[in-house]
């Protein structure tokens, strides 16, 4: 007859420890969420540009044969001029077609070749595609260096941290606090985009120009930031 003073005993254990375990914590007092950030506007300092070809025929062998052959010369010219991070070379994409006529008869075969030329020589790379004859030029874009991000980002994050501390020293007099005690930060980059493409000259403006003719290059802008948040425990 014991057991029931025992069984009363755990039962009321149990609900204090159910009752500790939903109790709610206590508000926390003198913290503050903030952020602060730094942006700066860089020179993009990496060109990319695709050079293609299309051919078209009505033998699948004769086109690619056609597609091999402009590639490899564009390559050939390429290759003379490519030097490790200032002027890339590599082939892009290369497709080969069947064309269909409207009621479903095959009439021929199209295909295209790409290559793709990149690096930080924008001079350089501008005027290789105009000793390149084999292919025209199809795209052109621009874009921020690994390298040369990392140098501003460091900078960047020295300027918004500093920032962020001068914040959150400003809210701590504010408040009547002497100081503060950082309780989380969090410090991020903003990624630009990747090569952003640049405007072109089309139509009778392009085929005007001399098949031996530079590219013209003029490097654009791109804005650089740094962001930091976090809150802060206000102190007496």
Known sequence: ????????MLAATTAALAGVAHAEPAPLQGVVSLSASATVEVTKDLLNVVLSTSKEGQDAATVQSQ???ALDAALAEARKAAKPGQIEVQTGNFSLYPRYAPKGGLTG???????????????????????ITTMSVARVSQGVS????????????????????????DYAKQFGYSGYAIREVNVSGTE?????????????????????EALPIEAGKAQLAVNVSGSVQLTK
Do not use: F, H
């Open 192 to 212: 630009p985009p990747g090569y952003a493409p640049m405007p072109m000259v089309r139509g009778k403006a392009m085929a005007s120009m001399a098949s031996d």
């Open 146 to 169: 690994r390298e040369l991000r990392e140098k501003v980002e460091s900078d960047l994050a020295a300027q918004a941290i500093a920032r962020y501390r001068a914040k959150a020293a």
């Open 109 to 131: 075969w199209q295909g295209s070749a790409e290559l793709v030329i990149e690096g930080k020589d924008m001079s350089g790379i501008g005027a290789l595609t105009g000793r």
């Open 67 to 69: 597609l091999k052959q």
């Open 1 to 8: 007859m014991r057991s029931r003073p025992i069984a009363a």
